[in-house]
């Protein structure tokens, strides 16, 4: 199977913070940003598997700064490291002050799925080819990042 670049399926999106997105201190709730975060993953993996996809984890996430409403959130997902049938995407989140120009750097987060053939079963996805040594190194943090998720899941489960 041929080999997908990281930049091949790079996804971006980005979404104004209205009213309806926030919690009860005003500023927005963490849950709309971990939904654009695992669509934002999501996404991406599927661009670079160009399958559907289903997250079979989100590692932990934490929130820097809050997010306010009218800020405009960012989402970068990037295809960070691929198994067989599963993907890593990284997903930077940041914040922009439309008003100010002022952009913080919210998170960072990590969500793994796995791509589905017609008939809903693990299918294997293209080699990720990395282009610089950024990329390189963050597939090798990928590779020992996934170890990790498989060993918790195996004690999870016993
Ligand atoms: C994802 C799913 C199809 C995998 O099925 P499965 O029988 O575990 O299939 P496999 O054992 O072949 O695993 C498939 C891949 O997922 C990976 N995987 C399984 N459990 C994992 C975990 N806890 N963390 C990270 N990766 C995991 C495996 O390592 C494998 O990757 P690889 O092929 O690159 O080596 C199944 O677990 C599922 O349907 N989960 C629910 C998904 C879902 O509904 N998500 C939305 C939640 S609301």
């Known amino acids: 199977m041929e080999g997908r670049t990281v930049s091949q399926s790079r996804v971006q999106l980005a979404q104004l913070m209205q009213p309806e997105h926030a919690n009860n201190h005003g500023n927005v ?10 669509e934002a993953g999501a996404l991406a993996c ?28 960012t989402l970068t997902a990037e295809v960070s490291y691929v198994g067989r049938t599963s993907m890593e995407a990284q997903i930077r989140v ?18 793994v799925y796995v791509a589905l053939d017609d008939e809903g079963h693990p299918t294997t996805v293209p080699p990720l080819i990395p282009e610089n040594d950024e990329e390189r190194q963050r597939m090798e943090a990928g590779r020992r990042r996934q170890a990790y998720r498989l060993q918790q899941s195996r004690k999870e489960r016993s």
């Open 29 to 38: 709730h963490g849950g709309w940003i971990m939904k654009l975060v695992d």
């Open 94 to 111: 940041e914040a922009e002050n439309i008003v100010t120009g002022e952009k913080v750097h919210t998170n960072t987060a990590y969500c």
């Open 46 to 73: 599927m661009r670079h598997a160009r399958r559907r996809v289903v997250t079979v984890a989100v590692d932990q996430m934490m929130f820097h700064q809050p997010i306010r409403i009218g800020d405009l959130v």
